[in-house]
């Protein structure tokens, strides 16, 4: 085996990439594909490798002795053609083959202490050979093994180049480099140690001989099943600029119990050829496609033009040849800077993404700008619905968990599932938000989601749970509880159907919830407290509530603990059921019922009074006011069919228990057994 020689591969992918976002008719999102041309990319002009300073050879060779030791230049005595079968010989020398190629004898060990050897072939049957001795100088065939299973590689011994460089030179460093891990794995081996190493890779030409089309994670560096890359902290991998839309430096496709870890990915953003136009987003640094049962781990991703991780199945996932990436472990990874996303999920099963920390998720630099969608990790499988109703997946990502990760600058938000199913997020501490869209069976528990910019701060949501623009048919069965929102514009907002909002706290938000077309929702045990002037409790607006019930929470804010206006006004939500009941309401300010139909409000406890304006068909019993600055409850312009029944009212001064203006009639309201101090 010759471990320089080129080892092709040659793959046939029966379906395009998903890129661009849409939306149909009934708001399902779907990502056009995009066809590649298959034309190769050399280096755009002016667009070089960054001007740094190259390490020298004499400078890589001291690296490498560093941990290698010095490589003996004194001849050897002895040659290998007398060598017997079963006997280990210990090289500490340097053997020059003079370009033969020596037959050895049955199970020889060949084993390295500070020698090597050079210009020709060693032909085993059935032998091993210690790692340190191979090099782009000796040629390896016949049935040999490694003495270790874990390959030590040193870049002075493979010919690479390190630093700036060319177009065809940094093409052979990929293919030297993916070439290597492959013998290593033809010799037996199944782990790759990288030291201190910094190159370039041109990751954006046709490999194959017999198909002319271009797929970035084919002609990424691919890392085989069975085997581990384990780089240190002074790797370096980086993508060669080019001016190609779509690439990837490293990937793992169709392949299981694969593992990298460790390393510094860079893309070429700030570098990269955009001149002939579109986004150019879909840059990865690492492609996850189609592989199962594999781990990715403490490596740092920055500066992709797309994203920096990018997890998808290879082919369409109604194909009968699908294949889902599936048991997917990221964990201990920092990501940081990606154009567009810093991670994007759009296929996959059984995804495990924690204690990851994500950063600056396509914000602007000097040199370029962000692009949407502009999230930290952004799920968003493929659907479309046919003419006949029937909704298709093209790509389905489900059963993924996001856990103990951080998440500070993402540019559009945090964390969100744009379809995606059965996603748990978890124990985050996130800046820019948590969000979900056309998803069900999603579970965000425990996160600490904190405001810091002025832009999060008065308009941001900490948690968005829902769409409230779309048919809610499969956006249910979700979950918000025990999270922790500080300081945003909305701590948390509601919509949609089928879900559980309890056990939240909201801290100085302007408004603590805000619930949007809901049904079927439990809203319980929340505590929302907020200093901020003119801050409410949670609001409900120009909406409809069915099956809501809104209870068991603790609110204190400056200004309204709740605000309902114009809830239920559609004629068709006449029967409707939205129950309050049971929370505990702290404010200077009113509760108010303004324009609303339908609702039912009992065993609440006040600090304050409650202020009804044109509504109808509100029943308010079993509640507890102390009402100091306020009339206890105020009926204000015109009110109908409004019941007022065992209500323990306490007011002052010249306040009433009950105030109706002469605006509403008499007749439209029914009092009866309140306990009214004055």
């Given at each position: 085996?010759?471990?320089?020689?080129?080892?092709?591969?040659?793959?046939?992918?029966?379906?395009?990439?998903?890129?661009?976002?849409?939306?149909?008719?009934?708001?399902?999102?779907?990502?056009?594909?995009?066809?590649?041309?298959?034309?190769?990319?050399?280096?755009?002009?002016?667009?070089?490798?960054?001007?740094?300073?190259?390490?020298?050879?004499?400078?890589?060779?001291?690296?490498?002795?560093?941990?290698?030791?010095?490589?003996?230049?004194?001849?050897?005595?002895?040659?290998?053609?007398?060598?017997?079968?079963?006997?280990?010989?210990?090289?500490?020398?340097?053997?020059?083959?003079?370009?033969?190629?020596?037959?050895?004898?049955?199970?020889?060990?060949?084993?390295?202490?500070?020698?090597?050897?050079?210009?020709?072939?060693?032909?085993?049957?059935?032998?091993?050979?210690?790692?340190?001795?191979?090099?782009?100088?000796?040629?390896?065939?016949?049935?040999?093994?490694?003495?270790?299973?874990?390959?030590?590689?040193?870049?002075?011994?493979?010919?690479?180049?390190?630093?700036?460089?060319?177009?065809?030179?940094?093409?052979?460093?990929?293919?030297?480099?993916?070439?290597?891990?492959?013998?290593?794995?033809?010799?037996?081996?199944?782990?790759?140690?990288?030291?201190?190493?910094?190159?370039?890779?041109?990751?954006?030409?046709?490999?194959?001989?017999?198909?002319?089309?271009?797929?970035?994670?084919?002609?990424?560096?691919?890392?085989?099943?069975?085997?581990?890359?384990?780089?240190?902290?002074?790797?370096?991998?980086?993508?060669?600029?080019?001016?190609?839309?779509?690439?990837?430096?490293?990937?793992?496709?169709?392949?299981?119990?694969?593992?990298?870890?460790?390393?510094?990915?860079?893309?070429?953003?700030?570098?990269?050829?955009?001149?002939?136009?579109?986004?150019?987003?879909?840059?990865?640094?690492?492609?996850?496609?189609?592989?199962?049962?594999?781990?990715?781990?403490?490596?740092?991703?920055?500066?992709?033009?797309?994203?920096?991780?990018?997890?998808?199945?290879?082919?369409?996932?109604?194909?009968?040849?699908?294949?889902?990436?599936?048991?997917?472990?990221?964990?201990?990874?920092?990501?940081?800077?990606?154009?567009?996303?810093?991670?994007?999920?759009?296929?996959?099963?059984?995804?495990?993404?924690?204690?990851?920390?994500?950063?600056?998720?396509?914000?602007?630099?000097?040199?370029?700008?962000?692009?949407?969608?502009?999230?930290?990790?952004?799920i968003e499988g493929t659907r479309k619905r046919e003419a006949n109703g029937e909704?298709?997946?093209?790509?389905?990502?489900?059963?993924?968990?996001?856990?103990?990760?951080?998440?500070?600058?993402?540019?559009?938000?945090?964390?969100?599932?744009?379809?995606?199913?059965?996603?748990?997020?978890e124990n985050n501490t996130v800046e820019t938000g948590i969000s979900f869209s056309?998803?069900?069976?999603?579970?965000?528990?425990?996160?600490?989601?904190?405001?810091?910019?002025?832009?999060?701060?008065?308009?941001?949501?900490?948690?968005?749970?829902?769409?409230?623009?779309?048919?809610?048919?499969?956006?249910?069965?979700?979950?918000?509880?025990?999270?922790?929102?500080?300081?945003?514009?909305?701590?948390?907002?509601?919509?949609?159907?089928?879900?559980?909002?309890?056990?939240?706290?909201?801290?100085?938000?302007?408004?603590?919830?805000?619930?949007?077309?809901?049904?079927?929702?439990?809203?319980?045990?929340?505590?929302?407290?907020?200093?901020?002037?003119?801050?409410?409790?949670?609001?409900?607006?120009?909406?409809?509530?069915?099956?809501?019930?809104?209870?068991?929470?603790?609110?204190?804010?400056?200004?309204?603990?709740?605000?309902?206006?114009?809830?239920?006004?559609?004629?068709?939500?006449?029967?409707?059921?939205?129950?309050?009941?049971?929370?505990?309401?702290?404010?200077?300010?009113?509760?108010?019922?303004?324009?609303?139909?339908?609702?039912?409000?009992?065993?609440?406890?006040?600090?304050?009074?409650?202020?009804?304006?044109?509504?109808?068909?509100?029943?308010?019993?079993?509640?507890?006011?102390?009402?100091?600055?306020?009339?206890?409850?105020?009926?204000?312009?015109?009110?109908?069919?409004?019941?007022?029944?065992?209500?323990?009212?306490?007011?002052?001064?010249?306040?009433?228990?009950?105030?109706?203006?002469?605006?509403?009639?008499?007749?439209?309201?029914?009092?009866?057994?309140?306990?009214?101090?004055?």
């Open positions: 085996m010759n471990v320089l020689d080129l080892h092709k591969r040659f793959f046939i992918i029966l379906c395009s990439f998903f890129f661009l976002i849409s939306c149909t008719a009934d708001e399902d999102l779907f990502l056009d594909a995009v066809l590649n041309d298959g034309n190769e990319v050399d280096n755009p002009a002016g667009n070089d490798s960054p001007e740094e300073e190259a390490p020298t050879e004499e400078e890589i060779i001291e690296s490498d002795s560093e941990i290698l030791g010095d490589i003996s230049e004194t001849p050897c005595d002895f040659n290998l053609d007398s060598a017997e079968a079963g006997s280990t010989v210990v090289i500490d020398c340097r053997m020059d083959l003079n370009g033969q190629t020596v037959n050895l004898p049955n199970n020889i060990t060949l084993d390295f202490d500070g020698g090597e050897i050079i210009n020709g072939t060693l032909n085993f049957q059935s032998g091993t050979i210690d790692g340190r001795l191979l090099n782009h100088k000796l040629q390896v065939t016949g049935d040999a093994s490694l003495k270790s299973p874990t390959f030590q590689f040193f870049a002075s011994r493979w010919n690479i180049v390190q630093g700036p460089t060319n177009s065809d030179q940094a093409f052979e460093n990929r293919n030297i480099l993916e070439n290597l891990f492959d013998m290593v794995l033809d010799l037996n081996g199944d782990t790759f140690k990288m030291y201190k190493f910094d190159a370039y890779f041109e990751v954006t030409k046709v490999t194959s001989t017999s198909n002319p089309n271009f797929y970035a994670s084919v002609e990424a560096i691919n890392v085989p099943g069975n085997f581990s890359l384990e780089m240190s902290t002074d790797t370096h991998l980086r993508v060669f600029p080019n001016s190609r839309k779509t690439y990837a430096l490293l990937a793992i496709r169709e392949v299981d119990n694969a593992s990298a870890s460790g390393g510094t990915l860079h893309g070429d953003r700030d570098q990269h050829d955009y001149s002939d136009g579109g986004t150019h987003e879909w840059g990865y640094l690492f492609f996850v496609h189609g592989a199962t049962n594999s781990r990715v781990s403490n490596m740092k991703m920055i500066d992709a033009t797309g994203d920096g991780m990018k997890i998808q199945d290879v082919n369409f996932h109604f194909d009968p040849d699908h294949i889902a990436s599936e048991n997917i472990t990221v964990t201990e990874c920092v990501f940081n800077n990606n154009r567009r996303n810093n991670m994007s999920i759009t296929g996959g099963n059984n995804l495990f993404i924690e204690n990851n920390e994500f950063l600056n998720a396509s914000v602007d630099t000097n040199l370029s700008e962000g692009v949407a969608p502009g999230f930290a990790i952004d909704l298709v997946f093209y790509e389905r990502a489900e059963n993924i968990f996001i856990r103990d990760n951080v998440e500070k600058n993402s540019r559009a938000g945090g964390f969100t599932v744009a379809i995606g199913y059965d996603v748990t997020i056309l998803a069900h069976g999603t579970r965000i528990i425990g996160n600490r989601v904190i405001a810091v910019t002025d832009k999060m701060k008065e308009i941001g949501n900490g948690i968005k749970a829902g769409r409230a623009n779309v048919d809610d048919e499969t956006i249910y069965n979700n979950e918000i509880y025990g999270n922790t929102v500080e300081g945003f514009g909305t701590g948390i907002y509601v919509t949609n159907r089928d879900v559980i909002v309890r056990d939240n706290t909201t801290e100085n938000c302007r408004i603590g919830m805000n619930l949007i077309k809901l049904t079927n929702g439990t809203i319980q045990n929340n505590t929302i407290r907020s200093t901020r002037e003119g801050s409410l409790g949670v609001s409900v607006s120009s909406t409809l509530m069915n099956g809501v019930l809104l209870s068991s929470n603790d609110i204190q804010v400056d200004r309204n603990p709740f605000k309902f206006y114009q809830v239920n006004t559609d004629p068709a939500s006449a029967n409707y059921d939205f129950t309050v009941s049971d929370n505990i309401l702290r404010s200077a300010n009113p509760t108010l019922f303004l324009e609303s139909y339908g609702i039912q409000f009992h065993d609440n406890d006040l600090d304050h009074g409650i202020e009804l304006f044109n509504s109808e068909n509100i029943a308010l019993s079993g509640n507890t006011l102390n009402a100091p600055s306020d009339h206890g409850f105020h009926l204000r312009e015109v009110n109908s069919a409004i019941a007022i029944s065992g209500n323990t009212i306490n007011v002052s001064g010249n306040k009433e228990c009950i105030k109706i203006e002469s605006t509403t009639n008499s007749n439209e309201v029914t009092v009866s057994n309140n306990n009214c101090q004055e």
